[in-house]
C-alpha cells in the first residue's frame, strides 16, 4: 500500500498538480487513498521531494532532479523576481527582505554568483544580511540588486 501510495505521490508530482501538503492529500483521497497529513509528510520526506519557486509567488513539489540547474546571474535574477520585496541598506550592510521562508534560497544565490564585493550573505526566514567590502562598493551593489528585483 505504502510503495502504490508513494507511486502516486510521484505522479502528482510530476504532472505538477500539488502546491501544499493539503493538496497532496486531497488528490490522494480523490485516487482512493485513505491518508492523513501526517502521512503525506513522511512520505515527501522519504520520497526527498522538494518545494521549488513555480511562479506568481507560489512553490510547488518536486523531485530534486527536477529542479533546473541556473547559475550564476541567470539564477539571481530568477530568485530576486520571484521572492525579493525589498532592499535597504545602511553603510556596507544590505539588507534583503524576501516572502517567507525564501531567505535562504536567495542569500544561496547571492553566494553563487560570487561578486567580489560581498563578502558574506546571512539569511534567516525573510531577512539577509548582506555584507559588502569595501564600504563605498554597497551603492553599487544595492543599485544592481534593485536591477536583479525588477526595481
Not at 57 to 74: S, T
Request: with cysteine; aromatic share 4%; hydrophobic share 40%.
Amino acid at each position: 500500500m505504502k510503495a502504490r501510495r508513494q507511486r502516486k505521490i510521484l505522479e502528482l508530482i510530476k504532472a505538477g498538480l500539488v502546491k501544499t501538503q493539503e493538496d497532496m492529500v486531497n488528490a490522494l483521497k480523490e485516487c482512493g487513498f485513505n491518508v492523513t497529513q501526517a502521512t503525506v509528510s513522511r512520505d515527501i520526506k522519504e520520497l526527498g521531494l522538494i518545494k521549488i519557486p513555480g511562479g506568481n509567488n507560489a512553490f510547488r513539489y518536486a523531485l530534486p532532479g527536477d529542479r533546473p540547474f541556473i547559475r550564476g546571474e541567470e539564477r539571481l535574477r530568477r530568485v530576486f523576481r520571484d521572492s525579493v520585496i525589498g532592499l535597504d541598506s545602511s553603510e556596507n550592510l544590505i539588507i534583503v527582505k524576501t516572502h517567507p521562508g525564501g531567505a535562504q534560497g536567495v542569500a544561496s544565490a547571492i553566494d553563487q554568483a560570487g561578486w567580489r564585493e560581498i563578502i558574506g550573505t546571512v539569511g534567516g526566514d525573510d531577512t539577509i544580511l548582506v555584507v559588502v567590502k569595501p564600504k563605498r562598493a554597497a551603492g553599487a551593489v544595492l543599485k544592481r540588486f534593485e536591477e536583479l528585483s525588477g526595481g
